[in-house]
């Protein structure tokens, strides 16, 4: 039933559990420069004043906690699957990560995705 | 795994899954967009629950945790862990690309993520996740929609979500 999927996807990524093949870096490498993503763009973010919680479950501000750290471990997900982790085994990348999406959040975020105005049905 | 075993388990769990997420990040509330709210008028006006229409709506009008559960199992097949993040990340976008805070959606794909890698130690691949999510989006949205709002309409009001109509 699934063979078709497995031939497809498996050609791109042959010969692997979790599909992790092109990473060269360790499971403990990774996780670790997760964290590090994650606490550098929360630290970064509460530095430039961005409030550390959303207002409430409908708000469109951005905060510390959403979508900072998300940014981060997208981005940093891209280069670690395409194997690109540079010095330390990434944990040089997962800090300018970081600050970029921490930069990015606060100077940049609503100039890429403007908040809904006038629009909301309340 | 038996294949057939794993689907439904699969199922199961992504149901469960969405199901919580998108009612804890307030889905049956409010209509986040015009869409939804005709959606929720138009099952009440078949004896359905509003807040099980409003439910129905918002997940058909922007990506939410359904959506982002989906995501997550194929970029979970396609890329492992990492693959779940980035379609958190993605699906992130899509939803601020659909006037959606985008709470739900996220955090619905990286639970899903957590669960792909959970439940992977039992056999369950990501494969039959990505079934199973399609079999979950079913009963809810295609079999009957205004016995799935009732049923959704229950469950908001378990968790204290339900719309104020």
Redesign the interface.
Known sequence: MFDLVHLTVNSLAVANVHGLANITISYFDMILDYLVAIIVSIIIALILRVPLMPSDRYSFDVSAIFPTPIIAMGVLSFFLVLNYTFAFNGLLLAVIIGVCSALFVKYLFYYVFPSPEGGDDK | MN?IIGLILAAIVCWLNFVIVDTY??LPE?????G??IIGESVKKRKGDIAGGFFQGNILCSPDASAGTLMASIG????????G??A???V??GN??C?D???AG?TGSLTATVLI?IF?FIGL?P?MFIVGMVIAILTVQGIDQVRASIILGKIAEKFNRHAEE
């Open positions: 294949e990040f307030g409010q209509p986040g967009v015009k939804a709210r979970y097949l396609v890329l492992g862990i990492p693959g993040i980035i958190a990340f993605l992130f976008i601020r690309l006037a805070p985008g709470y996220t890698f992977s691949t494969e």
